[in-house]
């Protein structure tokens, strides 16, 4: 929102996921990848900042490629979607594929993240847009936030 005068400070946070939306995209080297986009409402225990909400920029999940080639994607290419499935608490599953251990990664979504106790850090993003040049507060993922509890989803009257 381009009124806003005032962005949450860069720094970590806990936080709580409250919603999460996905998109699939094609890299420029024809890989396919899932992008899921968490939105992160930060503790009421943070005293000024306390039920801010903030978007992730997005957690990349790479599939395979159809013809069982990985293209130019790198071996590690993975590392911050396991990241994120270690902060969640989420397990991949392990697999084996003509006698390689792998792991199957599973989807993100509303059922297995929402209210998931976590540590985000914030950071200011600036970009040239429709209003001229504009910075905005948004969040990465860290880790899983020990002392916090999982909330329960809000049911509308």
Avoid: C
């Amino acid at each position: 929102d381009p009124s806003e005068d005032e962005l949450t400070p860069e720094g970590s946070y806990p936080a709580h996921i409250i919603k999460i939306s996905s998109t699939i995209v094609t890299t420029r080297w024809g890989n396919r990848a899932d992008i899921y986009k968490p939105t992160y409402r930060i503790s009421n225990s943070v005293k000024l900042y306390g039920g801010v909400e903030l978007n992730d920029d997005g957690i990349w999940r790479f599939r395979k490629m159809k013809n069982g080639s990985t293209g130019n994607r790198k071996s590690n290419s993975n590392r911050q979607f396991r990241s994120a499935m270690k902060a969640l608490e989420i397990d991949v599953i392990p697999v084996e594929i003509e006698g390689k251990k792998m792991f199957k990664l599973p989807e993100l979504n509303h059922g297995n993240t929402y209210g998931k106790p976590v540590i985000i850090n914030v950071y200011h993003k600036t970009f040239n847009g429709r209003y001229g040049m504009q910075t905005i507060a948004e969040a990465k993922l860290s880790s899983k936030w020990e002392e916090g509890a999982k909330i329960e989803e809000e049911t509308p009257f």
